[in-house]
Structure formats: C-alpha cells, structure tokens
C-alpha cells in the first residue's frame, strides 16, 4: 500500500544545530507540504513543492529550507534550530485532480528545541 | 488576509446525539472547503469535502454544508459513537494550498 512516512518520529535538539527532517512518500504525488503545528495555531505551512526542482515558501518559512530532488522525498532542514520551532511538523502529498487537493498526511515528527 | 476559524472550545455531546462543528471564513472565496479528522499523535486524515456549487454533501453518518453567503461550513455528526472523538479540522483552497483552521475538538461521552 502507499504510504507516506516522516523520520525520526521524535527529536531533541540543542539550540543553534540544523537539524533535518525527512519525509518520504510512495504515493508518486507531484505536491509535498510541510506544516508546523503549534496549540492555539493549527497547521501552518513551511515550504511546499509542486514537483521535482520545485521549491516554494509558505506563511511561515523563516529559518527552515527545502530541496526536492525526486519525487518521494522532501526533506525539511531547520539551519540553527530556535526554541521557537519546538512543535509537531507534519509532512503531506497530494495529487492536483479536477482542481481538487486531498492531501495524505505522515504521522509527524514532535520536534524539541533546548 | 484570508482566514478560516473554527471554534477552540471543545464540542461535549451525549452517544447518540448529533455534534455540528462550525467553520467559517473571511477575505476569500474558496472554490471548496475539506474537512479532517485528526487523532492524538497522528496525522490528519481526509473525510469530505464540498464544492462551492454544492449546498450539502454526505458520507454515511457525515454531512457538510457550504454556505457562500454566510461564509460558513457546518459539519455533522449524526447518532454519534465515543469512537468519533477527535480534533476535526477544516481547510480551504488557496491559489493551489490548503489553509487550515485551528481545529475544534469533539468528545462524545457513552
């Protein structure tokens, strides 16, 4: 079955290191997301790609990156974690039909920042 | 700014009873609304969504409505189960993304 999946499912992180997050999905989907979210903010998103190359930014993009080499990953990459990016960061997948996006959801990464 | 809101007060209703979850958007005019279904520690996942053409939609014990002019989607739950307690969500098209409302959180005591 197809699926998407998000490593490592939990991390602790200093202040200051980059971190990565990965995100990987079998479904062939041409879209990819990245959402943080946070009590009181729901989804938020990051950094969100249409296809292979295509990288573009979101509401809160500030201090994380992305790059889409293939079609199954897109791995997101804090530069100097912050405590301010302590959260839930969700990866999702989609596939554009008749102007309609259902978008599948990995599991989640809980990300803490000290 | 576009926005979407639902309300963050938790939805608390007896087994067998209907649960109805507001959303409700401002500053656009989204071409259709979804809704999801969120369980702790996990990903949303996917119910329904309604077109802006469509008045109502249904799946099984799930309805949604869309009304344009009150910029408002209603969700329900009929005979509700214990089973459909979750955070539900709902999300609005925006120039090929989805906006996400913060979520309301639904308890169905037995």
């Known amino acids: 079955d197809a699926e998407i999946t998000q490593s490592p499912r939990h991390k602790i992180t200093e202040t200051g290191r980059q971190v990565t997050l990965a995100c990987h999905q079998t479904w062939n989907h041409n879209n990819m997301f990245w959402y943080r979210q946070d009590l009181g903010h729901g989804l938020r998103l990051i950094h969100y790609?249409?296809?292979?190359?295509?990288?573009n930014k979101g509401e809160v993009s500030d201090g994380y990156s992305v790059s889409r080499s293939n079609t199954e990953d897109l791995p997101l990459t804090l530069e100097s974690a912050a405590s301010s990016q302590t959260s839930v960061y969700f990866c999702?997948?989609?596939?554009?039909?008749?102007?309609?996006?259902?978008?599948?959801f990995g599991p989640g990464t809980r990300l803490t920042v000290t | 700014s576009q926005k979407i809101e639902q309300n963050s007060e938790a939805l608390n209703i007896q087994e067998g009873k209907t649960a109805t979850l507001t959303c409700n958007y401002t500053n656009y005019s989204p071409a259709y609304l979804q809704w999801y279904r969120q369980d702790p520690g996990r990903g949303p996942v996917f119910l329904l969504l309604?077109?802006?053409?469509?008045k109502e939609k249904r799946k099984e014990r799930l309805k949604v409505t869309f009304d344009t002019t009150l910029k408002q989607s209603l969700f329900h739950i009929t005979a509700s189960q214990p089973a459909d307690s979750a955070t539900y969500l709902c999300?609005?098209?925006?120039?090929?993304?989805?906006?996400f409302g913060s979520g309301t959180r639904l308890l169905v005591r037995p």
């Open positions: 309604i077109r802006e053409n469509e």
């Open positions: 999300a609005m098209d925006s120039s090929y993304k989805l906006i």
């Open positions: 790609s249409y296809g292979v190359h295509d990288t």
């Open positions: 999702a997948s989609s596939e554009m039909l008749a102007g309609v996006d259902e978008q599948y």
